[in-house]
């Protein structure tokens, strides 16, 4: 298999994760202004870009493992990385690689957004729960005022009985 294949579906892999990175930042952007209604569709354009990249990391593993048996190489590690070390000064070796870095920038990116979409959705859970432990009262303040004063001085025994 040509490592041309292989670059091909890394151009794929980062097609879908660019996609990502824009979905992530819709969510940020609905999270922000409080749209939850809105974000049910976001969250299912999400499910199908993740769909598609399971299928597209699967098909660049097989491509991968198709150019080592190719090239008669063994290795424990069938990774890019060790691709990259083992061929030649070449122009398709530089656009591999060129393809691997922008991938992996993709990738450090989506997480950044993705931790910055959960810090927002952690911080709302919290002025929601602050919230609504604002507006339950406490067992103190059920009542209104001081039941010591209307409560008679019985035993808890009858001693009449």
Same mark, same amino acid.
């Given at each position: 298999m040509p490592?041309?294949?292989?670059?091909?579906?890394?151009?794929?892999?980062?097609?879908?994760?660019a996609?990502l990175?824009?979905?992530?930042?819709?969510?940020?952007s609905?999270?922000?202004?409080?749209?939850?209604?809105?974000?049910q569709?976001i969250?299912?354009?999400?499910?199908?870009a993740v769909?598609?990249? %399971?299928?597209?990391?699967?098909?660049?593993?097989?491509?991968?493992?198709?150019?080592?048996k190719?090239?008669?190489?063994?290795s424990?590690? !069938?990774?890019?990385?060790?691709?990259?070390d083992?061929?030649?000064?070449?122009?398709?070796?530089?656009?591999?690689? %060129?393809?691997?870095? %922008?991938?992996?920038?993709?990738?450090?990116?989506?997480?950044?957004? %993705?931790?910055?979409?959960?810090?927002?959705?952690?911080?709302?859970?919290?002025f929601?729960? !602050?919230?609504?432990?604002? !507006?339950?009262?406490?067992?103190?303040?059920?009542n209104?005022?001081?039941?010591?004063?209307h409560?008679?001085?019985r035993?808890?025994?009858?001693?009449k009985?």
């Amino acid at each position: 298999m040509p490592v041309a294949t292989i670059i091909q579906s890394l151009q794929n892999l980062i097609h879908i994760h660019a996609s990502l990175i824009d979905v992530s930042q819709q969510k940020t952007s609905v999270i922000k202004e409080g749209l939850i209604d809105k974000l049910q569709p976001i969250l299912s354009q999400e499910r199908q870009a993740v769909q598609m990249l %399971e299928k597209a990391e699967g098909k660049r593993q097989q491509a991968v493992e198709q150019w080592y048996k190719d090239n008669h190489l063994t290795s424990d590690t !069938m990774t890019i990385t060790h691709m990259l070390d083992i061929l030649a000064p070449s122009e398709e070796r530089h656009q591999l690689e %060129e393809a691997t870095t %922008e991938l992996t920038h993709l990738l450090t990116e989506l997480k950044r957004q %993705e931790q910055l979409n959960h810090a927002l959705i952690q911080q709302s859970m919290q002025f929601v729960q !602050m919230s609504l432990d604002m !507006m339950q009262p406490t067992i103190k303040n059920m009542n209104y005022g001081d039941q010591n004063k209307h409560q008679s001085k019985r035993s808890v025994f009858d001693s009449k009985a």
